[in-house]
Each structure stands twice: as structure tokens, then as C-alpha cells.
């Protein structure tokens, strides 16, 4: 079957580097995306990563290995309005998504 | 970017009525939307794949008589939760998958509809 999986929830410090990490199974794969997704809203497009390494964009990060089934999502400088889930995402064979449980990111002070 | 607009945002109805959401795509034609359904702190689960001039495809465990999907044009799509009940309140979401010759990480989501039924 299909399976996607990230931890629940994560805290880190105002200031610090945090990385949500998510292992997937897909039948097929035509790529791997992260979305941000702050209560009571829709998701947000963060990143994409279909070749394996690190595509950088500012502060956020993403990181694919897919021989490991393995993405991560770096995000640096946090803010306390980063503070939200963020949604790890593979897309199959038939393009659609298939959706983790999402990462929820609490920011202390 | 493309958008997509759902209309209501918000919605409150009683055990045993019916609601409708609209999903348009504002400035691109859509053939094919996809329907999400979230429950507090769970993920997006697909509900059904809506074709225009065709029947919509519904993933498993999803009643196709209780939610009913139109696709009248290329630009709307139309959730129809029939004689909704309390375990119907939910956060429904709709997007339009990437254009022919676009990239993929081109998907467009609408903002969602919060649907509670008393």
C-alpha cells in the first residue's frame, strides 16, 4: 500500500534549525512536496523535490533521497509565526497526492 | 499563480440537510478537481475526483450518493453533502491538479469550507 509517514508534533526555540523528516511508499513517483498549513486554512506550497538532494529557498530547505524513501523539510532563523503543520506529500504514479498526517510545529520563545 | 476560490468558507446547518460547496477556478480552465476531506488534526484524505462532462471517480469508503459532485463546466466543481449529519462536519478542500505542460508542484488549493451540522 501507500504510506507516508512524519512525526506528529515537534517543538523548537524561537531562533533555532528544526528538520521534520517523513519516510513515503508510493506506487510510483513523480515527486515529493511539502506544504504549510496553519489552522483553519488550506495548505500552502512550500517545496518540491522530484531529483535527489537539497533544494534551498531562504530560510526552508527540502531534502529528497528516493532510493531511502526519505525527504526532509529544514527550516532555519524559526519564527514564531512558523509555528503551524506542515504536510509532507509524495505524488504517484497517477499524479495525485498522498498525504502525511502532518508535523505539528510548536515555536517557543 | 492560479487561483481557486471555495464558496461559503464557513457554513452551519442542521442534522438532515443538505449543503452544496463550490470549487472555481478563477483565471484557468480545470478538467479535473480533486475533493479533500479533513478531520481536526488528521491529514488530507481524497474524497472523489471530479471530471468535467463526466461522472466523478470516488475513492473507497466514500458514499457517492451522499456526496454528490458536479462538474457542469470547465472552471467549477460542486460538493453536495446530502442530508448531512454531525459526523459530516468537517474541513473540505478542493484543488485543481497541474495544467497540461505545467510543472507538478503546480497545485492549485482552494481555501477550504468548514462545514459544521448540529
Known amino acids: 500500500g501507500q504510506n507516508i509517514d512524519q512525526p506528529t508534533e515537534m517543538t523548537a526555540t524561537e531562533g533555532a534549525i528544526v528538520q521534520i523528516n517523513c519516510t513515503y511508499q508510493t506506487s510510483g513517483f513523480n515527486g515529493l512536496f511539502w506544504y504549510q498549513q496553519h489552522a483553519g486554512e488550506a495548505p500552502t506550497f512550500l517545496s518540491y523535490n522530484v531529483l535527489d538532494g537539497l533544494e534551498e529557498k531562504g530560510r526552508f530547505s527540502s531534502f529528497l533521497s528516493r532510493s531511502k524513501g526519505y525527504s526532509y523539510l529544514l527550516l532555519k532563523e524559526l519564527q514564531m509565526k512558523d509555528s503551524a503543520s506542515y504536510l509532507c506529500?509524495?505524488?504517484?504514479?497517477?499524479?495525485?497526492?498522498?498525504w502525511g498526517a502532518g508535523t505539528k510545529l510548536i515555536i517557543k520563545p | 499563480g492560479a487561483v481557486v476560490s471555495q464558496h461559503p468558507s464557513r457554513v452551519i446547518c442542521k442534522s438532515g440537510t443538505s449543503v452544496k460547496i463550490e470549487c472555481r477556478s478563477l483565471?484557468?480552465?480545470?478538467?479535473?478537481m480533486f475533493w479533500y476531506r479533513q478531520f481536526p488534526k488528521q491529514s488530507l484524505m481524497l474524497m472523489a475526483t471530479?471530471?468535467?462532462?463526466?461522472?466523478?471517480?470516488?475513492e473507497q469508503g466514500v458514499e457517492k450518493d451522499k456526496f454528490l459532485i458536479n462538474h457542469a463546466s470547465l472552471t467549477l466543481s460542486t460538493l453536495t453533502v446530502t442530508s448531512a449529519h454531525p459526523e459530516d462536519s468537517s474541513f473540505y478542500i478542493c484543488?485543481?491538479?497541474?495544467?497540461?505542460?505545467?510543472?507538478?508542484?503546480?497545485?492549485?488549493f482552494g481555501p477550504g469550507t468548514r462545514l459544521t451540522v448540529l
Open positions: 506529500a509524495a505524488m504517484d504514479s497517477n499524479y495525485q497526492l498522498i
Open positions: 483565471d484557468f480552465q480545470a478538467t479535473t
Open positions: 471530479s471530471n468535467e462532462g463526466s461522472k466523478a471517480t470516488y
Open positions: 484543488s485543481a491538479p497541474p495544467l497540461a505542460g505545467a510543472l507538478p508542484n503546480e497545485q492549485f
